[in-house]
T-cell receptor
Framework: DSGVTQTPKHLITATGQRVTLRCSPR?????VYWYQQSLDQGLQFLIQ???????AKGNILERFSAQQFPDLHSELNLSSLELGDSALYFC?????????????FGPGTRLLVL | GQNIDQPTEMTATEGAIVQINCTYQ??????LFWYQQHAGEAPTFLSY??LDGLEEKGRFSSFLSRSKGYSYLLLKELQMKDSASYLC??????????????WGAGTKLIIKP
C-alpha cells in the first residue's frame, strides 16, 4: 500500500458525459501527478500540481482539467468523454516539487466509456 | 529530442536471471528510475540511479552508464510473481522540463515454470 488513495476504483459512463476522479496523496506529500494508461500502453503524463498550483503539463487534452485543493487532495475532471478516453487513470504523489522525485502511485481508476 | 527504448517483451525461466535493458536520449539527465507494474495494478518503485555503477537491492540490481545513455535491471532467482511490466523512467533536467520523468513504454516480462 503506497498511501495514495484514489476513488472510484471503477467508472462506467457514456460518450459525451463528464466524470471526476479523486486522489488523496500520501501524508506529507505536496505534489500530485496524474497519468493516463490505455490498454497495453505506457504511462502518459497529464499534469502535476504542487501545493495547490499547477507545476507541469504533459499531454493533457483541453477537455480534461485538474485542480489541487488546500487539503492537498486533487481531482481530475474529464468532460465530453469519447470512447478513446477509456483507460486506467493513475494518481501519484511525491514530497516536493521536483517532478523527478520518487513518485508513489495510487491503485488507479479504471474508466470505461461506452 | 527525448527518447527511451526498452524491449517490448521478454521471456525467462523460473529460477534463472534476466537483464532488461533501457537506453535513453535526453537533453539533460538527472537520474533514472525503474518501476514494476503488474497487469492492471499501480507501478511500484524498484530503484533509482543517478551515478554510474550498480545498485543492488536483494534479488534486483540496477546499473547505469551515463556516458552510454544506458541502464539495465537485473533480476535474479526469478519467481513467478516477477511476471510483470518493468518501466524505465528518466528524470529530464533540460529547459522547462521542471525535472519531469520521461517514461519508457515498459518491458513485459513473462516467467515460465
Amino acid at each position: 500500500d503506497s498511501g495514495v488513495t484514489q476513488t472510484p476504483k471503477h467508472l462506467i459512463t457514456a460518450t459525451g458525459q463528464r466524470v471526476t476522479l479523486r486522489c488523496s496523496p500520501r501524508s506529507g506529500d505536496l505534489s500530485v501527478y496524474w497519468y493516463q494508461q490505455s490498454l497495453d500502453q505506457g504511462l502518459q503524463f497529464l499534469i502535476q500540481y504542487y501545493n495547490g498550483e499547477e507545476r507541469a503539463k504533459g499531454n493533457i487534452l483541453e477537455r480534461f482539467s485538474a485542480q489541487q485543493f488546500p487539503d492537498l487532495h486533487s481531482e481530475l475532471n474529464l468532460s465530453s468523454l469519447e470512447l478513446g478516453d477509456s483507460a486506467l487513470y493513475f494518481c501519484a504523489s511525491s514530497e516536493l516539487a521536483g517532478g523527478g522525485e520518487t513518485q508513489y502511485f495510487g491503485p488507479g481508476t479504471r474508466l470505461l466509456v461506452l | 529530442g527525448q527518447n527511451i527504448d526498452q524491449p517490448t517483451e521478454m521471456t525467462a525461466t523460473e529460477g534463472a536471471i534476466v537483464q532488461i535493458n533501457c537506453t535513453y536520449q535526453t537533453s539533460g539527465f538527472n537520474g533514472l528510475f525503474w518501476y514494476q507494474q503488474h497487469a492492471g495494478e499501480a507501478p511500484t518503485f524498484l530503484s533509482y540511479n543517478v551515478l554510474d555503477g550498480l545498485e543492488e537491492k536483494g534479488r534486483f540490481s540496477s546499473f547505469l552508464s551515463r556516458s552510454k545513455g544506458y541502464s539495465y535491471l537485473l533480476l535474479k532467482e526469478l519467481q513467478m510473481k516477477d511476471s510483470a511490466s518493468y518501466l524505465c523512467a528518466v528524470r529530464d533536467a533540460s529547459g522547462d522540463s521542471n525535472y519531469q520523468l520521461i517514461w519508457g513504454a515498459g518491458t513485459k516480462l513473462i516467467i515460465k515454470p
